[in-house]
């Protein structure tokens, strides 16, 4: 269940808030419960699960621009949310996912955030986890996003060039888990070492789940 109590405190874009992300996946949890018991569609259950993901993200960046001063970028170009005054910009993706870094077919400098989710027996969806953090675009000397080029399979398709995140740029991410439900997230001794390893080149911040303590259910 959605709950307040897995709110932690992680940086976040100015005037931005624990309430507002909160608020915002609450009301989108209730969105998809709302198509299925008015309308009687699972939309999970018939929408492939990367498009899924990206009407997820979608909702969600709609609740979020109705609850805070980040508002949607109407123009469909980065960002997907901008500061209602200050230019701020902020990337939304979504995942099924927890613990996932990041994913786009731009890799941008500036602020993301990723919303993680699952599917619960009904179809509805429940977020267990959400990474923020600002990464180093792929123009950067030091980019937190590695390109993925893309061949034809034996099938004849071909999955879109995207950029995803390196190593770091996903442990800042996991970093900055600003909700995180210990019941469906664990923090295992080897995502714990493996974050250890890269500890000389970003050190460990007091807020990160990985600053010495794992977090359990």
Not at 15 to 30: G, R
Not at 155 to 178: C, F, H, M, P
């Amino acid at each position: 269940m959605l709950s307040r109590q897995y709110l932690r405190d992680v940086p976040l874009p100015e005037d931005l808030t624990q309430e507002d992300i909160f608020i915002a996946l609450e009301n989108t949890q209730k969105f998809f419960s709302m198509i299925r018991e008015d309308a009687g569609i699972d939309l999970s259950s018939i929408i492939q699960a990367n498009n899924f993901s990206g009407i997820v993200s979608n909702v969600f960046t709609k609740k979020l621009n109705d609850v805070s001063v980040y508002h949607s970028f109407h123009d469909q170009r980065y960002p997907d949310l901008r500061h209602s005054t200050k230019g701020i910009g902020l990337e939304v993706k979504a995942s099924n996912k927890p613990l996932k870094g990041g994913e786009g077919h731009n890799g941008h400098s500036g602020w993301h955030i990723v919303v993680c989710y699952h599917i619960l027996p009904n179809g509805d969806i429940e977020f267990t986890h959400v990474e923020v953090a600002i990464l180093a675009g792929y123009e950067c000397p030091r980019s937190d996003w590695a390109y993925q080029g893309s061949k034809r399979n034996s099938n004849d398709s071909q999955r879109t060039e995207t950029y995803i995140t390196t190593n770091i740029g996903t442990a800042k991410l996991r970093d900055g888990s600003v909700y995180l439900n210990p019941n469906y997230v664990v923090i295992t001794p080897a995502l714990l070492r493996n974050r250890k390893k890269i500890a000389d080149q970003l050190p460990i911040p007091d807020h990160s789940p990985f600053s010495g303590r794992a977090i359990t259910p």
